[in-house]
């Protein structure tokens, strides 16, 4: 099996350490061969469990595989495994055997993954994407591995500079059994270099190539879409509505005393674009009704991408006859959706006629600690809204349709 350069040096210094390690960090940018590292270092800490175990007088020894979720365990470790060569035979308990090792997955998403381990022993453990974790569970997993020559294993990308994980562990490496590696993209040899070239191109600069690229933890102080350009980026109205679009679609961020933002977006060629937007503050519903209807007299039956923090006003727009439905609001995603999208230059804006566009776009700003200020978010959270789940809907189509359908690509519901 062929391995990078840094994937060869980190098995090395387990084989060194390994009596005296107690925690393994790897940490760094996506695609740089981190998870497939651990899933090798795996296979051989649970013979080395065994070994252990058999040591000591345990027949049966265990050992814990945790993940953000068990579709995520699934996704990323498993089915990498199976395809590797390794047999898996899970039983009712979501549990399998491996060279004689009983492997119990747990979920540390939540408090909850903390039941399937309680009061066990455990004779090491695999901890992926491990910034995601909830505190209490990796602590409890870490404490649950006191069985001879324990061995807790991670991975995770970056998060902000203030994480526990990087605070608490990552910064302590070379001490208390703590050993982190730090991966860079161009640490994976195995990728194409044409590959690699078009993605560094693709992932827009600032925090994501920091983290996306470098794997540096660092936080998005500053504007969340810096690369907007108003010189390259700004249509007029009659450019805007002088031509024909594959779909349009509008974005709904709720509030009163804060702002209601709705934002109409149409889509073509790959490119979106911001027609309009409505932004008001302590208006009734009744208004916001009224709003809906002018739009899908003007647009059509178009779909309407609605914040779920208001279940009731959502049900509201159905009963009036609008296709709204309830959007992924994921943060993190949804903000790189748009970096992206703003990056490759496939955003353009009515600009004269989006004052709450102007005032936001410069004011959107990352935080210290890597979260967005939750300030001038209003219209920016709709514009989210439409243009992440826009994208997630394609990457659903694609999966489904032919490929004379994908060169057709018009809508979807």
């Known amino acids: ?70 579709a995520n365990i699934q996704r990323n470790i498993l089915a990498e495994l199976q395809n590797m060569g390794v047999s898996i035979q899970m039983n009712k308990y979501n549990e399998f055997e491996l060279m004689g090792v009983r492997i119990v997955q747990t979920s540390t998403g939540s408090i909850s993954g903390i039941g399937r381990i309680r009061g066990m022993t455990a004779f090491g453990a695999y901890i992926n994407e491990a910034s995601l974790c909830n505190k209490v569970v990796f602590d409890e997993i870490r404490s649950r591995c006191s069985g001879k020559g324990a061995v807790v294993i991670c991975d995770t990308n970056p998060d902000n500079p203030e994480h526990w994980l990087l605070k608490d562990y990552i910064e302590k490496s070379g001490h208390d059994g703590i050993q982190a590696y730090h991966f860079e993209f161009d640490d994976n040899e195995m990728l194409d270099e044409g590959y690699k070239q078009n993605y560094k191109a693709t992932v827009p600069a600032g925090m994501f190539y920091d983290r996306y690229i470098k ?12 690369e907007f350009n108003k010189a390259t980026m700004t249509v007029s109205r009659d450019d805007a509505f002088g031509q024909s679009y594959e779909r349009f679609m509008v974005g709904v961020d709720w509030g009163f005393n804060h702002p209601t933002a709705f934002a109409v977006i149409g889509y073509k060629d790959g490119k979106y674009t911001l027609m309009e937007e409505h932004v008001d503050r302590k208006k009734p519903m009744a208004h916001w009704v009224n709003v809906a209807q002018d739009i899908k007299n003007r647009f059509g039956n178009i779909i309407f991408y609605c914040d779920t923090a208001n279940p009731e006003h959502i049900y509201d727009l159905k009963q009036s006859g609008i296709k709204a439905v309830f959007a992924d609001k994921n943060v993190a995603n949804g903000i790189e959706a748009v970096a992206e999208t703003v990056h490759n230059n496939r955003f353009n804006v009515v600009y004269d006629d989006c004052p709450t566009f102007r005032s936001e776009i410069y004011r959107y700003v990352w935080g210290k600690n890597g979260d967005v200020v939750k300030e001038n978010d209003h219209l920016m959270d709709a514009i989210r809204y439409v243009i992440y789940n826009d994208k997630l809907a394609i990457e659903k189509n694609k999966h489904s349709m032919s490929i004379d359908d994908l060169s057709k690509l018009k809508g979807y519901m």
């Open 1 to 70: 099996m062929k391995l990078t350069t840094k994937q060869h040096q980190v098995i090395a210094e387990v084989n060194r350490t390994l009596g005296d390690l107690k925690l393994l960090i790897l940490y760094g940018a996506k695609r740089s061969g981190k998870t497939f590292l651990d899933n090798l270092l795996f296979l051989m800490l649970v013979a080395n469990a065994k070994k252990n175990a058999d040591e000591v007088g345990v027949t049966n020894p265990q050992y814990i595989l945790a993940g953000y979720t068990m």
């Open 215 to 226: 794997g540096l933890w660092v936080s998005g102080e500053g504007a969340v879409y810096p």
